[in-house]
């Protein structure tokens, strides 16, 4: 039996896909274009809820690959335990590090140069100078120093900021210098003038930028979040805005959509971009290579590329 092939995108429309799998187009709809007891290579349909992603995990009792095409595993997590012992579940590493790095580098720089303000007065009318703050001379602390983190830091290093200060989950070098474990955050967040959140959701990083990391962030500093809302505890930051004592950009929120009546769309000093990160015109050429290489390899037995975990192991 030729085994089944689920693509977000209309296999069609990819061109050197490998031959040999049955491809079907399932992008979330009601209706499965097949029995997913027959699906062998799973491909999560982007930018749906989770809730879209994990429902046919249940039944796709022959799966022996998910593959993500977001950054991370998150919206697929809660139905790992629904899937077999050993099906490798993969990320989109590679797809969308120059998106989501220039949409941090944006939101920083139109944060400290004030460029919401700037809208405001041209749609009334009205001039506003005076100095704002420089991107150049800033430390910039990037938490979750992963491939985003490392592409966020090359479009840094052209603006002349003072220093790149590295954290991810464990301790490394780098031929840039020092990585930190997060364990240091508490003592570098006082030094840093832009603190930018690029990590992974997991049970250690949920609220991990809560009351006290707010807190220990010096008077008039930046926040980007540019990984995922619930990285950043919403209460906490709303308390700390509304002192005026930081500022915040924020690429996603907790809750996500924000609802039209949710008090951090009027927070002073915020700027909120709808998690458009990743949906860019660079998604779909990257994304489709990294599927026909991936099939590829999984056709011909060869090693998968981005797999963060198996099913049935510790962790999973």
Known sequence: MTADVWLPIPPEEIENLPAGPNYLFWNGERD???DPADCHFYVVPYMKPAEVAVRPLAEL????VVQTLSAGIDNVQPGLPRLRPGVQVCNARGVHEASTAELALTLILASLRGIPDFVRGQQRGEWLGGFRPALADKSVLIVGYGSIGSAIEDRLVPFEVARVV??????RTTERG?????????????????VVLITPLTDSTRGLAGADFLARMKDGALLVNVARG????????????ETGRITAALDVTDPEPL?????????PGVLISPHVGGPTSAFRPRAERLLVDQLTRFLNREPLRNVILRTGTTGA
């Open 32 to 34: 499965y274009p097949a």
């Open 61 to 64: 009792s022959s799966v022996q």
């Open 166 to 171: 590295r954290v991810a989950r464990s301790a």
């Open 178 to 194: 020092p990585v930190h474990p997060l364990t240091d955050l508490p003592a570098l967040l006082p030094e840093a003038d832009v």
């Open 230 to 241: 619930p990285v950043v505890d919403t209460k906490a930051l709303l308390a700390e805005l």
């Open 259 to 267: 609802p039209a009546e949710h008090p951090l769309w009027h927070a």
